[in-house]
C-alpha cells in the first residue's frame, strides 16, 4: 500500500483493549514500511471531525469494533475515501463477516495490499414525530424489540464476561422479559410482515451480538438489504430459535419471516428498542431503510 494512512485508534473499544494493543499495532505497522498518522480521540465525533479534514487521497484503518467504524462512516460513504478495519472492539460484528479476527493485527494488513473493493451501506431515518426523523449510516444492520433490549440490558452483565458470552448472558436474562407488540414490516412496497413480533432486523451484514448469524444470506456486495422478522413466539420458543440463529439455521422456521429488497419500513404499534450497528438509539415505533449499493470503498473485505 502507496497511500498515507490514517490510523483511528478508539482507546475505548473493547474495554480499552484497543488502547492496550496499541504498542503491537504500531510496531506491525512500522515493520511493514506504512505510511501512517495516528488519530485518537475522546469521542467518535472528535475523530470525525480530524478524519474529514484530511487529503482525500489519505485512507482510514479504524483500530476498534463496529463502534469505531460507525462513527467514522460519513467521511467515507460516498467519498470514495477507502477504509479498514482492525477489529479490537465488543462485538466487532461486521469485521467477522468480513473473516478478521481481534488480535490477528497480520490479517487486517496484509489486505492492505489488495485492491479496495466497493461495498453496500445502509441509510436508515428514524422517525421522531409527524414529519420529521433523523438518518444515519450503517454498516451492518439494525435491531428492534428484543435484540436491542438485549443491548440494553448488557451493561447489567457480569465484568468477567466480555464480546459473545457478555451477549449470551444478556440475552438469556432478556427472555425473561419478553413482549410481543404488533408489527407492519413492508419491503419494496409489498407488506412482507404485519403481526404480533418480538423482534425485527434490517441487516447489510450477517450477524450481531459478537456472533449470532442473524442474516446467514446477506452479501454486502449485492445491493439489496435483508430483513428478518419473528412472528409471535413464547419464551420457550425464542430459545430455541436463539440456538438456530447462532449457527445461522433459523432461516425457513415457522417462527421466521424473511425477505430481501432495496428498501423497507417498519412500523410499530407502540415504542419498541432500537440498536444501529450495536449502539442504542432509544426507542421508536417508525423506521425506513434503503440501501446504498457500493457506498463505501473498503481496504479489508
Do not use: C
Amino acid at each position: 500500500m502507496t497511500r498515507p494512512l490514517a490510523v483511528v485508534l478508539n482507546p475505548q473499544a473493547g474495554g480499552g483493549s484497543a488502547r492496550r494493543a496499541w504498542p503491537a499495532l504500531e510496531r506491525e505497522l512500522t515493520r511493514r514500511g506504512l505510511s501512517f498518522e495516528r488519530i485518537e480521540e475522546k469521542s467518535g465525533d472528535a475523530a470525525l471531525t480530524r478524519v474529514l479534514a484530511l487529503p482525500p487521497d489519505v485512507a482510514v484503518l479504524a483500530v476498534g469494533g463496529d463502534g469505531t467504524v460507525g462513527a467514522l462512516l460519513p467521511a467515507v460513504v460516498g467519498t470514495g475515501r477507502p477504509l479498514g478495519i482492525v477489529p479490537l472492539g465488543t462485538g466487532n460484528d461486521f469485521a467477522g463477516h468480513l473473516g478478521l479476527k481481534p488480535g490477528r493485527f497480520g490479517d487486517s494488513l496484509d489486505r492492505l495490499s489488495f485492491q479496495p473493493r466497493p461495498v453496500d451501506a445502509l441509510e436508515v431515518t428514524v422517525e421522531v414525530g409527524t414529519g420529521a426523523g433523523r438518518s444515519a449510516v450503517l454498516l451492518n444492520g439494525l435491531g428492534m424489540g428484543f435484540d436491542a433490549q438485549v443491548a440494553a440490558n448488557m451493561i447489567h452483565a457480569p465484568p468477567a464476561l466480555h464480546g459473545f458470552a457478555r451477549y449470551v448472558w444478556s440475552a438469556v436474562q432478556t427472555v425473561r422479559e419478553l413482549t410481543l407488540t404488533p408489527v407492519t414490516v413492508t419491503v419494496d412496497g409489498a407488506v412482507q410482515y404485519t403481526g404480533p413480533s418480538a423482534l425485527v432486523a434490517v441487516m447489510n451484514g450477517t450477524r450481531y451480538g459478537g456472533g449470532f448469524q442473524i442474516s446467514p444470506r446477506s452479501d454486502i456486495r449485492d445491493g439489496r438489504l435483508n430483513v428478518l422478522a419473528s412472528r409471535a413466539v413464547t419464551r420457550g420458543r425464542l430459545l430455541g430459535l436463539m440456538l438456530r440463529v447462532l449457527p445461522g439455521r433459523h432461516l425457513g422456521h415457522p417462527a421466521v419471516t424473511a425477505g430481501q429488497g432495496q428498501a423497507v419500513t417498519v412500523e410499530w404499534a407502540r415504542p419498541v428498542a432500537l440498536h444501529l450497528d450495536g449502539d442504542l438509539a432509544g426507542t421508536v415505533q417508525r423506521v425506513s431503510a434503503r440501501v446504498l449499493p457500493g457506498a463505501v470503498l473498503f481496504l479489508t473485505a
